[in-house]
């Protein structure tokens, strides 16, 4: 059974940053990939960051130079690196597993069949 679990949001001012974990059990990180995806209220869940076992990586391009994506194969955790922080991050963000893939030419997956709960991250102007 595959659990994946949130921390770190959690409210800053533009500009600051914070860093988000997904302890994740069930579900090592060879062979598969691991992802963190937004929603913010009325709108759809966007992918922000993914890694794949071999440490592909992809972003989505607002945060590209911002958020840094990362795992510890010896903790189990997946970790988001968020720098430089802006309102429009504003969201709940989740932590997302998938079994058996790739992350190919930086392009963003979309077929995710694990999910954590989510954390809210809010940032004031």
């Known amino acids: 059974q595959v659990q994946l679990v949130e921390s770190g949001g959690g409210s800053v001012q533009a500009g600051g940053s914070l860093r988000l974990s997904c302890a994740a059990s069930?579900?090592?990180?060879?062979?598969?990939?691991m992802a963190w995806f937004r929603q913010a209220p009325g709108k759809e869940r966007e992918p922000v960051a993914q890694?794949?076992?071999?440490?592909?990586?992809a972003y989505l391009d607002s945060v590209k130079g911002r958020f840094t994506i990362s795992q510890d194969n010896t903790q189990n955790t997946l970790y988001l690196q968020m720098n430089s922080l802006e309102p429009e991050d504003t969201s709940m963000y989740y932590c997302?597993?998938?079994?058996?893939?790739?992350?190919?030419?930086?392009?963003?997956?979309?077929?995710?069949?694990?999910w954590g709960q989510g954390t809210q991250v809010t940032v004031s102007s």
């Open positions: 997302a597993a998938e079994r058996w893939c790739r992350i190919l030419r930086g392009i963003l997956r979309y077929d995710y069949g694990f």
């Open positions: 069930g579900i090592t990180f060879s062979g598969n990939c």
């Open positions: 890694i794949d076992g071999e440490g592909n990586t």
